[in-house]
């Protein structure tokens, strides 16, 4: 038994490998791809992730899982051996639901219709995005159908990034969290608004990529097992568990860009980095679920990098890499500007606060195209209403409503947006349990020490990789369900003292 | 039967789909990869060239070109149709001879080896690396010994590299260079050396990359299709037609390193990025040999790069960057410090009359080591043995002696050096063609323009890809066969006049 569970991470590894590389050539094309690269890389890429797909529902797997049934029964739930094989098997299950043309079809589809939005956007075009947008949902909806019996038409698309989540239980979360923000942001917004021009002035790209690699250094990021690159859009990559990348834009106007999207991206990177060797080339050599990994880089990101705290050790530093934008703000001047709460248009631009108003627009919107409820003519309408009845505003074109994100336009209508909020609530939520189990870590913070903190979350999390879904890793960290009550509590603390409420 | 065709299209692509990704990766590997990425980039490498050499012996292949055979017949032989099959029917035909787990067994060995080298070598400890080239030996031997009927048993492994050569030619053009060459060093030694210092002083990196760059850049390489990066071996690497990137390394005591590495890969590159984009993908979208690779790169570097021409253009423009190292440094002094002949140890580092010495003296010991006639145990002190008889020097260790190339640790033992001397030979019979059509390209090199040589080039060469072994096309440029009297006669031109004999 023990010969046949080796041939199946043998297998598992190779398509690991043919992954693995198919993100060499992704990250390369994102960071210093020439120009004329791009038609033959889309062509590479496919070729690796067809390959993928194509042994990875082989009969033969199927055939493997089918005879190492009675070999995990016999093992512990918790063991990596038991884990491997619960993981591979739902994978399994799932990806032969799928047929592979189909999958091809929706790839090729989805590459050209990126392209056109990279294209149309800066236009404000969404006319001609219209079809491909038509073909989009109407291949989300066949993807869901190839999982009947679900509740909601949006829980396989769900299912795909946090497994085992249903759009009923994100809808009560977030009408839960609604109920508590809206409030909130209104509050903020009677405030008199802070003032963020010291972060926007002129800050030299170098020295901004410099100051938040220390940063990052401090919290843990391990660049012998990593490194830094820039990009148009920030993101992390692993290419084993001994190479794990982030990449970050900078804006030369705006020191909070860089900076922040760096300690994003780190907290990303510090999940991959921390994820117990000897899974390595495995299913569960990876995070446990969009949301999960999000918490990781909101955590480190906001929850660590937006604290008063941070800044009592780093703002000296701060201050002394750029004298003269900053010698003369204080740090509470500081901590007010990256923190400034106000309505926006933009998701990416937003703040901790109304970022997930942005997040809960979108996944009813896609609830609603599922449901057929929505047709795509009306898209930049609804979004138009919405924002206005949500955030209060209305963009002034569809450049900065539905065209601003790409999700839509490069994946599937349904399970892309919810896991950011979901990381939000989760990062609150587990960073509790870490001050539970270590109250000192604040203070540690202030210190510029990171190691409880860091060493906390590789223990109780990092190290399992996808060994446990979101809910069983809640469950084990907490003792209990998901729960919002902290990421409230969070915010209300934070920004009730900020704003004086 | 265009079906058949396309269907053995569409495959080779596949299989050039995943050697070009196992080149993205092998150049990541080499350049950006951080330290913790190796063990996990050597799997994946060999995962993705396993995959492509199980995909290339199919017996499918093999059956597609059995069907073609007729639909070939009735092609013109010139027809990129008919060369397409031709081309990979000779590769089918040798892959299927060696066998798949021979091939994996050897690719893991010669990693292994390679690490032992690089280890090894800053130690000077050949006794370590005395089992791993045993085998390998052995190996090379073996993979020989797949292609009964050859006349000498290094010729499969020379055809791997410079197909349709055999020993037995090789030594026969290598023995009339020799012949020419030893007097010729021994004149150019007995005239007072060459200063070169002024190369030899302090040059900033950033700078020495921006003016290289420059150069290239009007030789005719396209940065929109390439880029160049730093690396500690420079190579050439191509991963589509449309992103054939180049590297250097930068010593900054020294302005002739990077400098010509940039301009010897450069030509590679404009060779590959010169090739007919219709012949994309397939078997053809390659050099011709390792020779005629080797003789471009000569060409830029040596034949345009180290003239007196050249540098009458290029010189105010070098003394403009560093106004500092060589203001008062005459463009004659310059140019012979460029051109320095001296009796070295090492290849890399040889000028271009004594060069091929160094490949004679290798290429001799690898017939020497598969006749049987030396032993690996008796190869260190073979090496110094012949670098006292044809160079009149002993390296003090095995460092700067049979340690030196990575060539052996590698690969195989055999095929692995006559390319160079070949390219130089090459290098030479191909400008003389370039000037007999175009006389006034020297000229136009004096006022920095390369545009008629550069358009000879990719007319007559580069644009051919692998359609044409290396004799063919030096029937088709030439009109007759190889000759070294044109590079005979380029050597004691340039060298006469530089050291007045």
């Not at 999700?407 to 909020?421: D, L, N, V």
Request: glycine share 6%.
């Amino acid at each position: 038994m023990e010969k046949k569970f080796e041939e199946l991470k043998r297998r598992l590894m190779e398509i690991d490998d043919l992954n693995s590389s198919a993100a060499v050539l992704s990250w390369d094309q994102a960071t210093y791809m020439p120009p004329g690269g791009a038609a033959a890389r889309g062509r590479q890429m496919a070729t690796l992730s067809s390959l993928a797909q194509e042994k990875f529902i082989d009969l033969e797997i199927g055939k493997l899982l089918d005879d190492l049934q009675g070999y995990e029964d016999g093992l512990d739930y918790n063991s990596n051996e038991a884990s491997l094989i619960r993981k591979a098997r739902r994978d399994y299950e799932k990806a032969v639901k799928v047929p592979a043309a189909w999958v091809a079809k929706f790839e090729t589809h989805a590459a050209a219709s990126y392209q056109d939005w990279a294209a149309a956007r800066p236009e404000n075009d969404f006319k001609r995005l219209e079809d491909n947008l038509k073909k989009t949902l109407e291949m989300s909806v066949e993807f869901a159908d190839f999982f009947p019996g679900y509740e909601h038409i949006a829980d396989p698309l769900i299912d795909n990034s946090d497994e085992g989540m249903k759009a009923s239980d994100i809808q009560r979360v977030f009408s839960e969290l609604q109920e508590e923000l809206v409030p909130l942001v209104q509050a903020i917004t009677e405030q008199e608004a802070v003032d963020d021009n010291p972060v926007k002035q002129a800050y030299t790209e170098d020295d901004q990529l410099a100051f938040g690699q220390i940063v990052i250094q401090d919290f843990g990021y391990d660049f012998e097992r990593g490194r830094q690159d820039k990009t148009y859009h920030p993101f992390m990559t692993k290419f084993s568990l001994g190479d794990v990348r982030i990449t970050t834009r900078v804006n030369e106007n705006d020191l909070s860009e860089a900076l922040f999207s760096t300690l994003h991206e780190a907290g990303h990177g510090m999940y991959e980095q921390g994820i117990n060797p000897v899974l390595e080339g495995t299913p569960l050599a990876d995070g446990s679920s969009s949301g999960v990994h999000e918490s990781q880089s909101r955590t480190w990101e906001n929850v660590v990098g937006r604290s008063r705290g941070f800044w009592e050790h780093y703002y000296p530093k701060l201050q002394q890499a750029f004298p003269e934008q900053l010698a003369q703000v204080e740090l509470e001047a500081f901590y007010r500007a990256i923190n400034k709460v106000s309505r926006s248009l933009i998701r990416t631009d937003a703040d901790e606060v109304t970022y997930n108003l942005h997040v809960m627009i979108r996944f009813d919107l896609e609830l609603q195209m599922l449901e057929g409820k929505l047709n795509i003519e009306d898209l930049p309408e609804a979004w138009h209403a919405r924002y206005e009845s949500d955030l209060g505003l209305r963009a002034p074109s569809d450049v900065d409503g539905v065209l601003q994100d790409v999700h839509w336009y490069a994946g599937t209508i349904g399970g892309s947006f919810q896991g950011y909020t979901l990381g939000n609530i989760l990062g609150a939520l587990f960073y509790e349990s870490a001050l539970k189990a270590n109250p000192d870590i604040p203070d540690e913070i202030r210190h510029g020490q990171f190691d409880t903190l860091h060493s906390w979350l590789k223990e109780n999390l990092y190290m399992h990789g996808a060994k446990f879904t979101a809910d069983e890793l809640i469950q084990r960290v907490t003792g209990g369900p998901l729960r919002i009550e902290p990421y409230i509590a969070y915010l209300k603390g934070k920004y009730g003292e900020i704003y004086r409420l």
